[in-house]
């Protein structure tokens, strides 16, 4: 985190809020996690498939930010883990204020020759598990007319093809309309709902691009701004589109990528 990330944390904008990050164990879902802590969050779930003692670790650095943390394993995509996973936060935190549906994946495959189980996966995780979790979370928040806040983690590749990922880049646009649709309903309800779509972040899942010296020239040429992005810089959008400083956003599609939307090709004419 820089300094003038650090310099933007406001430990009270998120005072009393209670949260569940998906897909927390690692990359954008832990930095998530962190900012909503240091930002006053009360309580952070953290949802994690597998590596039970990397989301202990994370707990720890959550509780020592001052909020209570709590390690929830589930698959998003069973809907029996989801809904275990929720009555267990709504029986340790008392109701749920925010959610970050943050957990996703992604697999290679040419389009000709994706099996349908490759393709089934990936929408199950992206796609139905981001669903379930919004639908139970909405639930709780709904019941005790508090209101809350649910950020869904898209994609840049919701408007740009991605050559083997067609399965990836249609689960990403489908959350973009999900989002919209339950920012529809839900708004009369005080729930705000919007989508987060980064691009080309540093992750560890990342790193044999950051590590090959050409295709990071490559990548950086799609990007106007010249660099890439910061897990952190993703958890303090988050932050925000979380808090009352957003209170009048809602089915908004945030794009956080550098300008890699702006079609870079063109900045010296067509």
Known sequence: MTEAQSDNINPHR???????????????????????????????????????????????????????????????????????????IAEEFGGLDILVNNAGMETHHPFLKMPLDAWRKVLDVNLTGAFLCAQRAARLMTEAKTGGAIVNISSVHTVIPW?????????????DMLTKNIALELASEKVRVNSLAP??????????????PEGLRD??????????????????CVAFLCSDEASYVTGAILFVDGGMTLYPEFRHGG
Request: proline fraction near 2%; charged fraction near 25%.
């Open 14 to 88: 998120l005072r009393g809020r209670r949260a569940l990050v998906t897909g927390a164990n690692g990359g954008i879902g832990r930095s998530i996690a962190i900012r909503l802590a240091r930002e006053g969050a009360a309580a952070v779930a953290v949802n994690y498939l597998s590596r039970p003692e990397v989301a202990a670790e994370l707990v720890g650095e959550i509780e020592a930010w001052g909020a209570k943390g709590l390690a929830a394993q589930a698959d998003i995509a069973d809907e029996a883990q989801v809904d275990e996973m929720f009555k267990r």
């Open 163 to 175: 050559g083997g990922y067609a399965h990836y880049c249609a689960s990403k646009a489908a959350l």
């Open 199 to 212: 691009g080309a972040i540093a992750t560890p899942i990342n790193e044999d691009v950051w590590g090959d």
């Open 219 to 236: 990548l950086l040429r799609k990007i106007p701004s010249e660099r890439i992005g910061q897990t952190e810089e993703i958890a303090a």
